[in-house]
């Protein structure tokens, strides 16, 4: 069905949606380019939020270069919107412009369009087709899938051990285990998260500020801590810079003695506290989540926390994604990657499958999603 020029031209929409990484949340990374007599005469890629997507920005990249889409074959990332948002609906903008086929690389999950944009197009006698590099345009989006079909954001954990699987000194010291390239790539996945979570015990051991640091980004996620009695120090570096990005502190309860006027003198500087408990007093880690999805609208949570936390995390299936740093040394006594149960026996199933391996210096970085 697709020659390979089209791959060749999906391949350049795949690029621009690339450049969306950093700066669409909560829309997902489209990418897309114009064709006509084989060369591309338009090129875009979704912007910030309110702000125009990408086939609008092809069309205007067309236009400012005095080309005519008319006839044309539009190569796009993901379906083109048939709702009214913060933007006009795009597929009105691609029915005005004439082209002659659209080749879209994967459908919507969103309800609101869920291929009504495709149906649109057809209306209109524009040839359609879709699925052409479908699995890297779904790659590219999988926080914006999962919160469309699961309601749920997705949820990726970043660990820096040693050899032996060792995340601190048994004093609680983890800086710094991996080289600075390492380092570098967590700034990458930080940077494309929507929050960076982490648990009150990191901010009272490291005192983090938990921003993006290493890329440049137009955006700084938000920031969580997971605080289950409010016990963040008022002085913490993660509470800074809030004109850049916001802080989210959730407990297990607001009315705890002591905890009105803490909650006071945070919201007094900007940052927000909710209550969200378990059975149990600590935070409902599951809800917490649900909720990011839906009523926060986040796409992609990076976790960085500790053992407790992390193991927290893996107990209540609260993770999707592993993005493993392993240094190359042993650390002997330490502190682990997570407080996770013993088995019993070495023939359980593994839970974890490898999707990609790479090195970053003398650093081994694992990516790792749930089978």
């Known amino acids: 069905m697709y020659s390979a020029v089209d791959h060749q031209f999906m391949s350049e929409a795949l690029a621009e949606a690339q450049k969306a990484l950093y700066l669409s949340n909560p829309n997902p990374r489209v990418g897309c380019v114009i064709v006509k007599d084989g060369v591309i005469i338009g090129r875009g890629f979704t912007q910030k939020v309110g702000e125009a997507h990408a086939e609008v920005q092809a069309l205007a990249d067309a236009q400012s270069n005095g ?28 029915i005005a412009a004439k082209p002659a086929k659209v080749i879209v690389a994967m459908s919507d999950p969103n309800p609101l369009v869920a291929g009504k944009g495709l149906e649109s ?45 060792k995340t601190a000194l048994p004093n609680g010291k ?5 080289g600075p390239l390492a ?21 009272k051991e490291d005192d983090p500020s938990l921003n993006v640091r290493d890329v440049v980004t137009q955006r700084q996620p938000w920031r969580i801590i997971i605080d289950s009695k409010l016990e963040t120090p008022l002085n913490a570096k993660i509470l800074n810079q809030l004109d850049q990005s916001k802080v989210l502190i959730v407990c297990a309860d607001l009315n705890s003695p ?53 193991g927290s995390m893996l107990r209540e299936n609260c993770v999707d994604e592993l993005l493993l740093y392993y240094a190359p040394f042993f650390m002997g006594e330490g502190i682990g990657m997570a407080n996770v149960p013993t088995p019993t026996t070495l023939d359980t199933p593994k839970d974890w499958q490898v999707i990609d391996q790479r090195l970053f210096g003398p650093d081994l970085r694992l990516r790792l999603i749930k089978n």
């Open 174 to 178: 983890s800086q710094w285990i991996t």
């Open 67 to 94: 080309n005519n889409p008319l006839g044309s074959t539009v190569y796009v990332t993901l379906e083109p919107c048939s709702h009214t948002g913060k933007t006009p609906p795009c597929v009105d903008a691609l």
């Open 121 to 165: 197009l057809k209306a209109a006698g524009i040839e359609v087709l879709v699925g052409l590099l479908d699995l890297e345009a779904r790659e590219l989006n999988r926080g914006f899938i999962s919160r469309m079909i699961r309601g749920l954001p997705w949820v990726r954990m970043k660990i820096a051990a040693s050899l032996d699987g």
């Open 183 to 203: 380092r570098a790539d967590g700034h990458h996945w930080r940077a494309q998260a929507c929050a960076i979570v982490t648990g009150v015990g990191t901010v």
């Open 258 to 310: 002591g905890n009105h006027e803490k909650t006071k003198a945070l919201t007094e500087r900007g940052i927000e506290v909710i209550a969200m408990a378990n059975a149990f007093g600590k935070v409902d880690l599951p809800k917490l989540f649900s909720y990011l999805a839906k009523e926060r609208q986040m796409n992609e949570i990076h976790i960085e926390s500790g053992f407790k936390l992390n």
